[in-house]
C-alpha cells in the first residue's frame, strides 16, 4: 500500500513539474525567477493563505528641521490580469476577500505615521534604497502588507496594485509615481523533489516570494526582471523646508547694548501638529535682570503648532543676538515684529531688513517683517536695527565755562603768589 501511495505521489509529481511554468528553484536562486502556473487541469489544490510583507516608506527632509507630522495612507486593489506569451508568464488578479460583519475585508494595508519624534539618519542605513543629497536626513516606516485573510487556490503569480494617496500637507512632494505593483509568487510545495501532499493526496501550495515594482512588469518565463530601476522597496517621499533667521542689533549713543528686546512670531499654514526647531546659540535661552530689564524671560528650543498649522510665540533679544527658526515647511506664512510700545517710550527709531524681497516685506512704521503670500519658500534672515541718539547739551558747557575759567585763574594766581613769597624768604 505504501508502495502504491508513493508510486502515485511520484506520478503526480511529474505531473505538476512536467506542466507547471513555474520551476521549482534550490535555495540560493534569484527569488524572481519563476513563471506562470498551469491551468488545473484536474488537480484540486490545497488552497495557502496569504501571509505579511512590508513596503517602506521613506521620508527625506532638511538636516537642520525636525520630522513633520503627516500620515500617508495607501489603497490596495487587484492587477489587471495578463496573458502568457512566448516570453512572459501570465498574471492573475490579485484574490481578495471581502469583508464580513466580523471580519474585515483582505488584503489590508497599513499607513505610515511621522512625527517630530520620529528617528532620522544622516546616511543610508544597511538594507535602505534612498538616495540622501547634501545636508539631507531621512525616517523611515515600514508598513505591513497583510495578505493572511486571502487564500491562493492554484499556482501562478498573483498581482496587486498599491497606490499612495497624496495627505496635501504644507512642504511634502510625494513620489511622482504613486503606484507601485505588488507581485505573489505561488507554487506547489516540494520537499526532497516530491510533490508534498494532504491526507487525500491533494497537493499543497506555497507562496515563494513577493515582488515590488514600480511599473507592472512582465515577468519573464526563466530568468529575472534585469532593470533595477524597475524594482522597488517603497516610496520616496520629501519635505521641503526653511530657515528663518531673526537678529537683533542696537546703534546710537544713547542705545543699550544690555537691553532685551521683544519679538512676537506669528507662523501659520505651517502643517498641522509639526514642531519646529529653533537654534539658540546666538542667543540667552533665559534672559537676565540686568537693571534696564527686571523679570527674565525664556526663549523657547521648539515652537509647537496647532491642529490647523499656527503658532503665536515671543522671543527676546539683545544686540547682537539671533535665533534661526529651523524647518519651516515651503509656503509657511510667518509675522514678526517688535513692541511698539516700548521703543516708542525709550525713544527709538527701529529699521527692518531683509535679505530676501521675494520672501519678505518689510514695515519700518510698524517694525515688523512679514510673508508674502507664497509664504517662504527660501532661507530668509530678517535684521531689526534699533538706533537712539542722546542729544548732548553743548549750551550747558557755554554757561558754566566763564566760572571754570576764573576758577582757574584765581588758581594760578594764588599759587605763583605764594612761590614768590617763598623765594624772597
Known amino acids: 500500500m505504501n508502495f502504491l501511495r508513493k508510486l502515485s505521489t511520484a506520478a503526480l509529481s511529474m505531473m505538476l513539474i512536467s506542466t507547471m511554468a513555474m520551476p521549482v528553484l534550490a535555495d540560493g536562486d534569484d527569488p ?13 489544490y490545497v488552497p495557502v493563505n496569504g501571509g505579511n510583507t512590508v513596503l517602506k516608506k521613506y521620508l527625506v527632509v532638511p538636516e537642520s528641521a525636525n520630522v513633520p507630522t503627516v500620515e500617508f495612507t495607501y489603497t490596495i486593489a487587484p492587477g489587471e490580469p495578463k496573458s502568457a506569451d512566448a516570453d512572459s508568464a501570465e498574471i492573475k488578479a490579485g484574490p481578495t476577500t471581502a469583508a464580513t460583519t466580523t471580519d474585515p475585508a483582505y488584503p489590508i494595508i497599513g499607513t505610515a505615521e511621522f512625527k517630530n519624534t520620529s528617528p532620522a539618519y544622516d546616511s543610508v542605513q544597511t538594507g ?8 539631507e536626513k531621512y525616517a523611515k516606516y515600514e508598513i505591513n502588507i497583510n495578505l493572511s485573510g486571502v487564500e491562493f487556490t492554484e499556482p501562478g503569480i498573483y498581482r496587486y496594485v498599491i497606490t499612495e494617496n497624496d495627505p496635501e500637507i504644507t512642504g511634502i512632494t510625494c513620489d511622482a509615481n504613486d503606484k507601485r505593483y505588488l507581485d505573489v509568487f505561488v507554487r506547489t510545495k516540494m520537499e526532497e523533489g516530491e510533490v508534498v501532499v494532504d491526507g487525500d493526496g491533494n497537493p499543497e501550495l506555497e507562496i515563494y516570494q513577493y515582488g515590488l515594482y514600480n511599473q507592472a512588469v512582465d515577468i519573464p518565463l526563466t530568468g529575472t526582471v534585469e532593470d ?19 537678529e537683533k542689533i542696537v546703534e546710537g549713543n544713547g542705545g543699550s547694548k544690555d537691553e532685551y528686546f521683544k519679538f512676537t512670531v506669528d507662523i501659520t499654514n505651517g502643517g ?12 540667552d535661552a533665559v534672559t537676565s535682570t540686568n537693571g534696564i530689564n527686571l523679570e527674565t524671560h525664556t526663549n523657547s528650543s521648539t515652537i509647537e503648532l496647532d491642529e490647523n498649522g499656527e503658532a503665536t510665540v515671543e522671543y527676546w533679544l539683545q ?35 531683509t535679505d530676501n524681497e521675494d520672501v519678505a516685506e518689510t514695515n519700518n512704521d510698524a517694525r515688523s517683517a512679514n510673508s508674502k503670500e507664497d509664504g517662504i519658500t527660501a532661507d530668509t534672515y530678517l535684521g531689526f536695527t534699533n538706533t537712539k541718539e542722546q542729544v548732548i547739551p553743548t549750551g550747558l558747557i557755554v554757561r558754566v565755562a566763564p566760572y571754570f575759567l576764573v576758577i582757574i585763574l584765581a588758581g594760578a594766581f594764588y599759587f605763583s603768589t605764594k612761590k614768590t613769597k617763598g623765594i624772597l624768604g
Open 32 to 44: 524572481e525567477t519563476s513563471g506562470t502556473g498551469a491551468e488545473n487541469q484536474g488537480v484540486t
Open 128 to 135: 535602505d534604497t534612498v538616495v540622501l543629497q547634501s545636508e
Open 228 to 246: 533595477s530601476t524597475i524594482k522597488s522597496d517603497g516610496y520616496t517621499n520629501t519635505y521641503t523646508a526653511y530657515d528663518l533667521t531673526i
Open 272 to 283: 498641522a501638529g509639526n514642531v519646529l526647531a529653533v537654534n539658540l546659540e546666538i542667543a
Open 319 to 353: 544686540d547682537g543676538q539671533s535665533i534661526v527658526i529651523n524647518g519651516l515647511a515651503e509656503g509657511t506664512g510667518f509675522t514678526v515684529s517688535e513692541d511698539d510700545a516700548t521703543l516708542d517710550k525709550e525713544g527709538y527709531t527701529t529699521t527692518v531688513e
